[in-house]
Nanobody, 123 residues
Framework: QVQLVESGGGLVQPGGSLRLSCAGS????????SAWYRQAPGKERELVAS???????NYADSVKGRFTVSRDDVKKALYLQMNGLKSEDTAVYYC?????????????????WGQGTLVTVSS
């Protein structure tokens, strides 16, 4: 099975920055698609940013120009650099990875979510 561990959330003042990390387990062979979602209190989970296997990125209009998604294929990790944070960015952030993992002697597809990390933007 594939496991993800998220880190980097916390309390930050408006205008501040945070960098979220999502570390995948060592048995990941290929990451085909990855994304960050967020869910604010009382709201549905929404897509924040995504990055394909060829490193094509996509962002929600609300974060364009402020957030940057990146991936390290060697470390099997996903990152979200968040600058210019606003109070409306307060939410639990979740990473999601889709790819292939080693299940000796086979390779299997996976789609897995991180456990979530809370980002609170407040003065």
């Amino acid at each position: 099975q594939v496991q993800l561990v998220e880190s980097g959330g916390g309390l930050v003042q408006p205008g501040g920055s945070l960098r979220l990390s999502c570390a995948g387990s060592a048995n990941i062979a290929v990451i085909n698609h990855s994304a960050w979602y967020r869910q604010a209190p009382g709201k549905e989970r929404e897509l924040v940013a995504s990055i394909t296997g060829s490193s094509s990125t996509n962002y929600a209009d609300s974060v364009k120009g402020r957030f940057t998604v990146s991936r390290d294929d060697v470390k099997k990790a996903l990152y979200l650099q968040m600058n210019g944070l606003k109070s409306e960015d307060t939410a639990v952030y979740y990473c999601k990875l889709i790819g292939v993992y080693r299940a000796v002697p086979h390779y299997r597809n996976f789609e897995v979510w991180g456990q979530g990390t809370l980002v609170t933007v407040s003065s």
